[in-house]
C-alpha cells in the first residue's frame, strides 16, 4: 500500500463525518465506520449501488436522496441529505458531493461526507426533544411535516402511496370540562399510546394539537388504509379507566387524504386530510372519511359486504358448484373441484371473486373456509352412500386458514366426522400462498401428507416459487394456471406449459390443467403429457344436483 492510499484509509477510519467513495459512475466503492455507526449498513449492504439519482429515466432506489435541487453529476454540491437507515428509518444530515477529476477533468471518483448532528431535526443523541410533544411524547406538528416528507420523497421514488390520517377524538371537551384537565391529559396519553399500538413501527403517528393526532403511513392498497382505519376507530373506543372507578368512552373521527392522489405536497394533504376529520365530526363522528369521494364508496361497499357475508353464513346462502376433473384418455370423471358461490336473495348467484378477497381481508374466510370444508366431504360422502363411483373432491384453502392454529384439527375432524377416505379429499393451496407460509405451511401440510390428504398448488406458473424449495414440500399436483392454459397459440405460454408439465413428471408429481376451453388445447396438454384436464371445454362448474347426474354418468363424451 503506498503512502497516499494508507493516509486515506486513516482518515475514513478516524472521521467523524459519514463519508461514501463512489466510482465515476456514481456506484459505491466503500464507506467508513461512521456511515455504518449513523445507518446501520455496511459496506457489503451497499456497495454497487447507485448514489444519487442524476438520471430521471432511472427507477433503481439511490442511496442519498438530496431534497432542495438535485446533485448534479460533474458538480459539487452542499446541502440536506437523506439515507434510509438498515432499520427503515430515514437519516438525515447536512453534507457534500464531491467530484474527483484526473488530469483532463474527467471524474474518475464522487465522494459523499455527511455531518451527524446537522439536520434540522438536531442532534441524533439529543433525540430532537424540542420536536417531542411533552405530554405524550410523540412528535409534533413540526416533526410530523418533516416525516411526512420523507415520507414523500421516498414514495415519489418507488412510486408508491402514502396515507395521511388526521385523527380527532370526538366531544374532548365533556372530558375536560367533566372531569378536569388532569383527566383530559391523561386520555390524550392513553390515546397516543392507543395508536402507536394500533400502528406500525414504520409509521409516524404525531400530536398535532389538543385532542388532533396525525398518522402518515406507507400504503400498499386501499384495503391497508381501510383496515388501519377500523382498527383505530376499534381501539379507540375501548373503554379508559382513567382512574379508579372513573371510566371514559372516547370515539374518534378520522380523515383521510392520500398521496399522490389527493395532493402532492404535505401541505396540501394535511389540509385535505383536516378537512375531511371535519366531515367526519360533523356527521356524526366514530368513523373515518376519506378525502376523495370515490373512496368513501370503495370503503363502504367493503364494510356493507363483510356484513353480508356474516349474514349469508348465519341465513345458510352459501352453496358450492363443482367442476369435474376429466381423465382426457377416457374422458372418465375423476374428480371435482368444490367452488363457492352466493345464493344471494336480492342479487341471485354471487361469484366468488366478488366476495372471497373481501371474505380474506377481514378474516372471515375462516368461517367460510370451515363451512367449505365440512360442506364438502359431507357432499363427497353422500355420493359415495348413493353408490356413486368414489371421486377426489378438492377445495380451495385461504392463506389465513393455513395460518390458523387449528385448521389440521378442522380437516381431520371433517374426515372423522364424514368418515370419508382421506385420499378423496385435496387440498389446493396457491402457489403464493403456500411461499408467504412456507415454514408454518411445510408441518401442516406434512400432517395431511402422513394421512393421504392430496394437495395440489393452484394457479401454478403464476407465483415466484423457489423450484428447490418447491421439491421438498410435501405435495401431490402441480395445477397449471388457465392463464396459460387458455393462452398457448402464445409460443412463450406454450412454452411454460411444457415446462411446467415435465417439471411434473420430473418431481414425479400429478399434473392438472386448469381453464381448457376448446380441443385444441386438451390436444395440445395431452401430446405433451398432461392429461387430466379441468375447463369449460368438459364442463363449467355446476350445481350438485346437476354434477351428481354427470357423476351417474361417470364421463363426459366429447372426443
Ligand atoms: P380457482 O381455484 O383457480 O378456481 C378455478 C376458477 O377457474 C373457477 O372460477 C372456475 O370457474 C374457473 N374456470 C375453470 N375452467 C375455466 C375455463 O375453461 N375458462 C374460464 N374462463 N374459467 C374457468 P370461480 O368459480 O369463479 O372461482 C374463482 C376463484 O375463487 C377460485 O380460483 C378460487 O381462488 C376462489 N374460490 C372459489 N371457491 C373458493 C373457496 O371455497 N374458498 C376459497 N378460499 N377460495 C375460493
Ligand atoms: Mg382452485
Ligand atoms: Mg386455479
Not at 370503503?299 to 369435474?324: D, G, M, S, V
Not at 380474506?360 to 367460510?368: A, H, K, P
Request: aromatic fraction near 6%; glycine fraction near 8%.
Amino acid at each position: 500500500m503506498n503512502t497516499d492510499s494508507a493516509l486515506l484509509n486513516t482518515l475514513l477510519e478516524i472521521s467523524e463525518d459519514a463519508i461514501i467513495v463512489s466510482d465515476e459512475c456514481c456506484r459505491v466503492l466503500r464507506v467508513n465506520p461512521t456511515f455504518n455507526k449513523c445507518t446501520g449498513l455496511d459496506a457489503k449492504e451497499v456497495k454497487g449501488r447507485i448514489l444519487v439519482q442524476h438520471d430521471s429515466s432511472s427507477r433503481e432506489e439511490p442511496l442519498l436522496e438530496t431534497v432542495e435541487k438535485p446533485y448534479g453529476k460533474g458538480s459539487s454540491w452542499t446541502g440536506l441529505i437523506h439515507i434510509r437507515k438498515k432499520d427503515g428509518t430515514v437519516f438525515t444530515a447536512n453534507g457534500d458531493i464531491l467530484t474527483v477529476n484526473d488530469g483532463q477533468g474527467n471524474p474518475i471518483r464522487h465522494i459523499a461526507v455527511l455531518r451527524p448532528g446537522t439536520s434540522p431535526e438536531g442532534h441524533p443523541n439529543d433525540k430532537g426533544s424540542r420536536q417531542l410533544d411533552p405530554l405524550t411524547n410523540l412528535p409534533n406538528r413540526f416533526l410530523l411535516d418533516d416525516r411526512l416528507e420523507q415520507a414523500l420523497i421516498v414514495s415519489r421514488r418507488i412510486k408508491k402511496s402514502v396515507a395521511l390520517f388526521t385523527i380527532g377524538l370526538d366531544r374532548f371537551i365533556t372530558v375536560n370540562d367533566g372531569l378536569g384537565f388532569a383527566i383530559g391529559d391523561m386520555v390524550l396519553k392513553k390515546m397516543g399510546e392507543r395508536l402507536q399500538e394500533a400502528s406500525r413501527r414504520s409509521d409516524t403517528i404525531a400530536r398535532l394539537s389538543g385532542d388532533i393526532f396525525s398518522l402518515v403511513m406507507a400504503v400498499t392498497s386501499d384495503n391497508d388504509t381501510v383496515l388501519l382505519a377500523e382498527k383505530i376507530l376499534k381501539i379507540i373506543s375501548e373503554p379508559f379507566f382513567v382512574v379508579e372507578g372513573n371510566e371514559v368512552i372516547m370515539t374518534a373521527s378520522i380523515g383521510i387524504s392520500i398521496f399522490p392522489a389527493d395532493g402532492e405536497d404535505a401541505a396540501s394533504l394535511l389540509k385535505r386530510s383536516e378537512s375531511a376529520m371535519r366531515h367526519a365530526k360533523k356527521t356524526g363522528g366514530k368513523k373515518y372519511q376519506f378525502f376523495a369521494g370515490e373512496m368513501n364508496t370503495r370503503a363502504k361497499h367493503r364494510i356493507e359486504t363483510e356484513n353480508n357475508i356474516r349474514h349469508a353464513l348465519e341465513q345458510n346462502e352459501f352453496l358450492l358448484y363443482y367442476q369435474p376433473k376429466i381423465d382426457t384418455k377416457n374422458e372418465a370423471i375423476i374428480g371435482a373441484e368444490a367452488l363457492i358461490r352466493w345464493n344471494n336473495p336480492a342479487r341471485g348467484l354471487i361469484p366468488p371473486g366478488e366476495f372471497i378477497p373481501i371474505a380474506e381481508e377481514s378474516g372471515l374466510i375462516l368461517q367460510v373456509g370451515a363451512w367449505v370444508l365440512r360442506r364438502a366431504c359431507k357432499q363427497c360422502k353422500d355420493w359415495l352412500d348413493e353408490g356413486l363411483k368414489p371421486i377426489r373432491i378438492s377445495i380451495n384453502v385461504a392463506s389465513h386458514q393455513l395460518r390458523s392454529s387449528d385448521f389440521a384439527d378442522q380437516v381431520i375432524a371433517a374426515l372423522k366426522e364424514t368418515g370419508i377416505p382421506p385420499n378423496l379429499l385435496e387440498l389446493e393451496i396457491t402457489e403464493s400462498n403456500m411461499m408467504d407460509n412456507s415454514i408454518a405451511c411445510m408441518k401442516v401440510l406434512q400432517t395431511f401428507r402422513d394421512r393421504g390428504i392430496h394437495i395440489s398448488i393452484d394457479d401454478f406458473g403464476t407465483g415466484y416459487s423457489c423450484l428447490s424449495y418447491l421439491s421438498r414440500f410435501p405435495i401431490t399436483t402441480l395445477k397449471i394456471d388457465r392463464a396459460f392454459v387458455n393462452n398457448l397459440q402464445d409460443s412463450n405460454n406454450a412454452e411454460v406449459t411444457r415446462a411446467i408439465i415435465s417439471l411434473s413428471h420430473s418431481l414425479k408429481l400429478d399434473v392438472i390443467a386448469e381453464g381448457a376451453e376448446v380441443a385444441d388445447q386438451v390436444k395440445f396438454l395431452g401430446i405433451h403429457g398432461c392429461t387430466v384436464v379441468q375447463g369449460f371445454f368438459y364442463s363449467k362448474p355446476v350445481s350438485a344436483e346437476v354434477f351428481e347426474k354427470m357423476l351417474r354418468v361417470g364421463y363426459i363424451r366429447k372426443g
